[in-house]
């Protein structure tokens, strides 16, 4: 079975840092473009950062400077950097692959993960 997993979130004060992962699960031929969204509470889901197969990075404004995005291809992960933190940085952050290709030949398009929550307080 696909998945993602995220792990990484938690309790952070503001000015500090995070790291977060995501693995895809199973047994992947290939994959794409690898991004990070997140969702504050009352609010819509926004894109943060991703990085497609070529390693070309996107970044939303807000966290631009701040986030960097990377990932290992062999391990299947995907990695946010999370850098100088701000209270309105809380949220549930998710991980999404845009196409995913099985050794058995199964494809899968736009996979999210499950999410992990960062709370950034003092």
């Known amino acids: 079975q696909v998945q993602l997993v995220e792990s990484g979130g938690g309790l952070v004060q503001p000015g500090g840092s995070l790291t977060l992962s995501c693995v895809i699960s199973?047994?992947?031929?290939?994959?794409?473009?690898m991004g990070w969204y997140r969702q504050a509470p009352g609010q819509q889901r926004e894109f943060v950062a991703e990085?497609?197969?070529?390693?070309?990075?996107k970044f939303a404004d807000s966290v631009k400077g701040r986030f960097t995005i990377s990932r290992d291809n062999a391990k299947k992960t995907v990695y946010l950097q999370m850098n100088n933190l701000k209270s309105e940085d809380t949220a549930v952050y998710y991980c999404?692959?845009?196409?995913?290709?099985?050794?058995?030949?199964?494809?899968?398009?736009?996979?999210w993960g499950q999410g992990t929550q960062v709370t950034v307080s003092s």
């Open positions: 199973g047994s992947i031929f290939s994959f794409y473009t």
């Open positions: 990085i497609t197969l070529s390693e070309v990075r």
């Open positions: 999404n692959v845009d196409f995913i290709r099985t050794t058995t030949d199964q494809t899968f398009h736009d996979l």
